[in-house]
């Protein structure tokens, strides 16, 4: 795929970098997300570049300063902080704006002759956010929209395919901004909008069966969306050369290992399911610390996947569910991430496997895996699951986690889980589950006083996990999970709601 049409978005640090992406994806273009500081070397498959927004003001003596030794030469789009410092670094003045623009904003004026803004109208709502604003240009520079309080909405540069923008066209208030980044990817850079589902396949069948040839592949299977996908990848491409292992770690939902296990061998694939809830319940014995029982988790699930991979004869290849997300949060504009959940796929393997990697999926983002995942044929049991962690219930219980702290916490989600299936509500949430909470609370139940656990329920909706907003489930639902949960699961008397969003608030409590 290395000979992709492709779009660098170099990342200054903004909030909005990945939905950037998203969108450029969505619009069946090919880019790729890099940190300002580490471009990627330029090609001539790069059809142009977006320069993102930032938290820093361009006149702060540490924010980012991209080297933009490209402009002039292939088409640029900068967006808002973008805009600003290709004005700040050519001679033109930007300051501090007394009429500071956040929120939506009504384009006022518009050159519909300029490529950019070909079909955008006048009136059209856009999101903006910045404190700063430019107040003289370069010259050269041509002002092409305007917003009620801010002149330099927008600019094209003479004589260049450069074109700069002091709002935010990829988020959902900028009514027309798909519009303006297709303009964009399609006018002005000439994309060929060929990055489909169906091409994804296609290419990435022939690029694996070429890379691994008759090798032998071992990959661990969790049954959630992002490895069941790469499965089907990987067989299609080499069939049973894919040795597959589910591993049972305790850990899982009520009922999954059997019921996943025997979609996985409905579905072909080559796998093999070992039971090792023992193991992980030994190793998490007595931790509380949320990162602590994630390494502890993960030592565990190498040792057993070591273990078994070993078994099978000649194995070059370890394939992980990898997607863009997991790639992109390994980095960020100040290099390496402080803090990365040690669950994630990206990152080494001990020494003693040594093993080739090999990640199907690492272009993708969440929902182009489950697009390919329909491609392939994936059953929609497996496809439209709902993300679970990788560390599963353990860090959905709020202290030290035993087998019969597991055995609650299941009985609670399967209720809550199959409920939302049972009145039509699964597919509206993006993910739920349950929490024990390492609190217990007084009740009454019959003419006797408890004092039993209390557990929180958790449901988001979301695109793509990024950011997230509590589901609005109706009361009579949760008020008849609630009752069911507290009549059917012995040692639960309390039951909450969790309302909180993505930001502040995590999706997961650890």
């Given at each position: 795929?290395?000979?992709l ?12 970098t990945?939905l950037?992406a ?10 790729e997300i ?12 790069i ?5 993102s927004?930032s ?5 702060d ?12 030469k292939?088409?640029?789009l ?17 300051q ?11 384009i ?11 079909g ?13 604003t ?21 600019y ?11 709002f ?7 009514v ?5 980044l ?6 002005v ?13 296609t290419?990435a ?5 070429v ?13 959630g ?21 589910f591993v ?6 009520k ?12 579905m ?7 039971d ?26 190498i040792?057993v ?15 992980q ?11 960020s504009v ?6 990365i ?12 496997m040594?093993?080739q ?5 690492r272009l ?5 895996v ?13 496809l439209?699951?709902?993300p679970?962690p990788g ?14 702290k597991?055995r609650?916490l299941q ?10 299936k049972?009145e ?7 993910q ?5 909470l390492?609190?217990?609370s ?5 003419d ?8 929180a ?7 793509d996990?990024?950011?997230?907003d ?13 009752n069911?949960?507290?009549?059917n ?9 969790d309302?909180?969003?993505k930001?502040?608030?995590t999706?997961?409590w650890e």
């Open positions: 795929m290395n000979n049409q492709t779009i660098i978005i170099l990342d200054h640090g903004s909030q909005y990945q950037i998203r969108k450029v994806r969505e619009l069946n273009v090919y880019c890099h940190p300002y500081n580490h471009p990627p070397q330029f090609n001539d498959n059809a142009g570049v977006i320069l927004g938290p820093f003001s361009v006149n003596p540490e924010s980012p300063k991209p080297d933009l030794w490209f402009k002039g292939i088409p640029v900068g967006i808002c902080y973008g805009a600003q410092y290709m004005v700040s670094a050519f001679g033109g003045k930007v501090r704006s007394v009429t500071r623009e956040y929120g939506r904003a009504i006022t004026s518009a050159d519909n002759t300029c490529k950019l803004l070909r955008i109208t006048i009136g059209s709502q856009v999101w903006a956010s910045h404190g700063d430019i107040e003289s240009m370069p010259e050269g520079y041509k002002v092409i929209c305007s917003t009620s309080s801010v002149r330099y909405a927008g094209k540069i003479d004589g260049e395919d450069t074109y700069a923008i002091q935010h066209p990829e988020v959902h208030h900028s027309e901004g798909k519009k303006l297709e303009n964009f990817l399609v006018l850079c000439g994309c060929r909008q060929n990055w489909t589902s169906d091409n994804f396949v290419t069948v022939r690029d694996l069966k890379k691994i040839g008759t090798d032998r592949v071992v990959l661990g299977l969790s049954g969306v992002d490895s069941s996908v790469a499965a089907m990848l990987l067989n299609s491409a080499i069939g049973s050369n894919l040795h597959c292992i049972d770690n305790g850990l899982l939902r009922y999954e290992y059997e019921s996943v296990l025997s979609s996985y061998r409905g072909g694939l080559n796998v093999k399911g070992v090792a809830k023992q193991m992980f319940y030994t190793a998490l014995q007595g931790i509380t610390d949320p990162e602590s029982k994630r390494k502890a988790i993960g030592k565990t699930f040792d996947f070591d273990s078994e991979a070993s078994q099978i004869q000649d194995v070059k290849w370890l394939a569910g990898t997607i863009y997300p997991d790639v992109i949060e390994s980095c100040k290099g390496p991430s402080a803090t959940k040690s669950h994630h796929n990206v990152g080494g393997l001990p020494d003693y040594k093993l990697i090999v990640e199907p999926l993708l983002f969440k929902d182009e489950r697009r390919v995942g329909k491609v392939l044929g994936l059953k929609d049991e497996l439209l699951r709902h679970f560390p599963g219930l353990a860090i959905r219980i709020l202290s030290d986690v035993t087998e019969e597991v609650i009985e609670v989600d399967n209720i809550f889980i199959e409920g939302l049972r039509g509500l699964y597919n509206k949430v993006w739920a589950g349950a929490m024990l390492p609190v217990q007084v009740g009454v139940m019959g006797e006083r408890t004092y039993e656990n209390v557990v329920l958790r449901a988001v909706e979301s695109v996990g990024m950011t997230a509590w589901s609005h489930l109706p009361y009579e639902f949760l008020a008849e999970v609630s069911n949960i507290i009549n699961v012995r040692g639960v008397n309390r039951v909450c709601y309302i909180s969003s930001p502040p608030a999706i997961e």
